[in-house]
């Protein structure tokens, strides 16, 4: 018996050291996973690669063509009268050099689309991070409001437990109980409630960044509010939106520079080798240089009215380069002043009126204890606790979301 005994407790020994706890999922940590792990991100490097290919492939040349075939072959022999007029076999070789300055236009054009891919990386990656961020905070803040709910349950059973006690002494009413048992189901259906949004978040935050779900949050995590620069000049450096555009309006000049190489001529060389049907003619050749001529009238309107949509786009993106800097300064400005007022709130709610409304409760559990109150009021105190709580969750919830999407505007 004493050597049984003895195995079930080094069993139970065993597990106890060999459980380990789940690691705690750092915030920091998130954008540099979603950086590496994210399948979209993995997406965009590849077609950043392939754009680089194909502008490698833009300094290339025409491949050369070459021919054969017959040349001035009359068709009946009956009225040739020399050995000329018999005609030729002919094998050709041409080969079209294009401007090199074209050339490298061409590249710089298609080239700048890899810089483009990377900035639209760039892009989707801090709107990956401030998901993440949104799914961390919404499964912090349903935590913090099941672990209130929890109190509250608590709390509710032993006042229930009371009164199913003093019920028979007729020192409780059974409508208060009734209410007791009534606020407890209810309390145990939120607490479900928020455990299932809290499982949803970590599901949605296990995709996004790749991760097994053997992971738990931090419980106090409580971004901190940073006020950045939110002048204009400052916002075309940080925020990647106005990059993105700016960069827009740099490929249009490239896709101008490149039109304007066109006009350049390109020229192409030709040789071709004769070779008589006649054995008393003897073998000739030609050779053919020719040069492409577009700044003809018929095709100089082509180049002038391209060049002319370019600069229309250049001007629109202009425009809303302009009118996004804008907004964006107006929405930053709005957001720091409705983070300030929040901050004051939640500091106000948590400092000043939740210990006031703790101190009320227990004063009123010390007289419920002593039979000096009634079951009711008790339980009006322990709500308007509550909901306080709930409310302080909620606006602490605000908050944090306030805050990533400040940092978000400001790419950080």
Request: aromatic share 8%; charged share 20%.
């Amino acid at each position: 018996m004493r050597y049984r005994l003895l195995v079930f407790l080094l069993l139970i020994a065993l597990q106890k050291s060999g459980a380990q706890s789940a690691p705690v999922l750092q915030p920091d940590s998130m954008l540099s996973r979603i950086a590496h792990s994210h399948l979209l991100l993995q997406a965009n490097t590849l077609r950043a690669q392939a754009y680089r290919l194909s502008a490698g492939a833009a300094l290339a040349w025409a491949p050369p063509v070459v021919g054969a075939g017959t040349f001035m072959i009359p068709w009946s022999a009956r009225y040739v009268y020399n050995d000329v007029a018999l005609g030729s076999r002919i094998v050709q070789v041409e080969q079209e050099i294009p401007h090199p300055g074209r050339l490298r236009a061409r590249y710089r054009y298609l080239a700048f689309q890899t810089d483009m891919v990377q900035t639209a990386q760039t892009i989707l990656l801090h709107r990956l991070h401030f998901t993440a961020r949104q799914q961390y905070i919404h499964r912090v803040m349903a935590l913090q409001k099941a672990a209130v709910l929890q109190r509250q349950e608590q709390v509710l059973s032993f006042l229930h437990q009371v009164a199913l006690v003093r019920l028979p002494y007729r020192q409780a009413q059974v409508a208060d109980v009734s209410m007791a048992a009534a606020r407890l189901t209810e309390v145990r259906t939120r607490i479900r409630l928020e455990e299932a949004l809290a499982a949803g978040s970590k599901a949605r935050l296990c995709s996004l960044l790749s991760l097994p779900e053997d992971f738990t949050t931090d419980s106090l995590y409580a971004p901190v509010f940073t006020p950045g620069h939110t002048d204009t000049v400052s916002l075309a450096r940080t925020n990647q939106e106005v990059y993105q555009l700016e960069e827009a309006i740099r490929w249009q000049y490239l896709n101008r520079k490149a039109l304007r190489q066109e006009q350049k001529p390109d020229f192409k060389a030709g040789f071709y080798q004769f070779f008589p049907l006649s054995p008393l003619v003897p073998n000739s050749f030609n050779i053919m240089a020719g040069i492409r001529i577009p700044l003809a009238p018929w095709a100089a309107g082509y180049h002038r009215r391209k060049a002319r949509a370019i600069q229309a786009d250049i001007a629109a993106l202009t425009e809303q380069r302009t009118n996004l800097l804008q907004q964006t300064q107006a929405r930053l400005a709005a957001l720091e002043r409705d983070i300030r007022d929040l901050q004051q709130r939640v500091y106000g709610m948590s400092e000043k009126i939740i210990p006031l409304l703790q101190q009320a409760l227990e004063a009123d559990m010390a007289r419920y204890r002593e039979n000096r109150l009634d079951l009711a009021t008790v339980l009006r105190s322990l709500e308007a606790v509550t909901i306080m709580e709930l409310q302080l969750r909620e606006y602490r919830q605000q908050l944090y979301e306030m805050i990533a999407v400040y940092d978000w505007q400001l790419y950080r």
